[in-house]
């Protein structure tokens, strides 16, 4: 099994702990694809930056999806999540979604805690897009500046296990998702000091990705996540145009 672990930053680093994250839990035989994104920002802190981060998850998808069994997309609030099902044949992934559905098989209610403020309301348009504000307890963020995208979850560990306590206590939330690809394999290092289980979103992307194979759905050609008629298209890198076109 050959899953595309799809980072639509252009953080290295990050691709890295995403990387070793999955690594952690993916089961024997399973191969994991790392993939940075070769243009759009460091990390995605902004509507505007999900569209942008989207359009280079599609493009990324239809250069790669052949040599693969399924793909992440590795970013929290999952940029480009619903074109990229619509489109392509293979199961795909989004990291938010794969948090939150894990989270909901281990208590009532989750709450979201992120390394920075500037992501909540985002993080909350995205819990909304996936229909889950009733199994959401809430969003929290810290409202501090941080030195490095790739060390943030070293440096904020600290702020980040007494944000996600409060959540416990104040907020009623039975689990807690670590939101933000910077985040990823902090849950291991930090889940004893938290008296509810913590969701790493790259590791229960993963383990989702194996089972989706394993079940091996069939591409849907009815309902609203059939593929789309083909087109024409302008401008477009190649292999996206092409595959817009009919493939």
């Given amino acids: 099994m050959r899953v595309l672990l799809l980072n639509p930053n ?17 089961a024997p035989g399973t191969e994991l694809v790392p993939v940075t994104a070769p ?13 942008i981060g989207g359009a280079v998850a599609l493009e990324m998808l239809a250069e790669r999806h052949h040599e693969v069994d399924a793909a992440i997309i590795a970013a929290f609030a999952d940029p480009g999540l619903g074109g990229a099902r619509e489109l392509f044949p293979i199961p795909v992934i989004g990291l938010a979604e794969a948090g939150m ?20 309301p985002w993080y909350r348009e995205c819990v909304a897009w996936h229909g ?7 969003v929290r963020a810290l409202d501090e500046g941080f030195a490095d995208i790739a060390t943030v979850g070293e440096e904020k560990a600290e702020a980040l296990v007494a944000l996600a306590t409060r959540a416990v206590t ?7 998702v670590l939101a933000g690809a910077p985040l990823s394999g902090l849950a291991s290092r930090v889940a004893d000091r938290i008296p509810v289980p ?7 992307a993963v383990k989702q990705a194996e089972a989706l194979v394993a079940l091996r759905p069939r591409k849907a050609v009815a309902g609203t996540y059939r ?3 083909p087109k024409p298209s302008v401008g477009l890198p190649e292999a996206l145009g092409r595959w817009i076109a009919g493939g």
């Fill in 227 to 229: 593929r789309p008629p």
């Fill in 132 to 138: 889950m504000e009733a199994r959401c307890a809430g």
């Fill in 101 to 120: 559905l894990t989270a909901c098989m281990l208590g009532g209610r989750f709450a979201i805690v992120t390394f920075t403020a500037a992501l909540e």
């Fill in 198 to 204: 913590v969701v790493d979103c790259a590791a229960a």
């Fill in 170 to 176: 104040e907020d009623r939330a039975d689990a807690i």
């Fill in 10 to 26: 252009t953080s290295e680093s990050v691709t890295a702990l995403l990387a070793d994250s999955a690594r952690s839990v993916a």
């Fill in 39 to 51: 243009r759009g920002v460091p990390y995605i802190a902004s509507r505007a930056e999900a569209v």
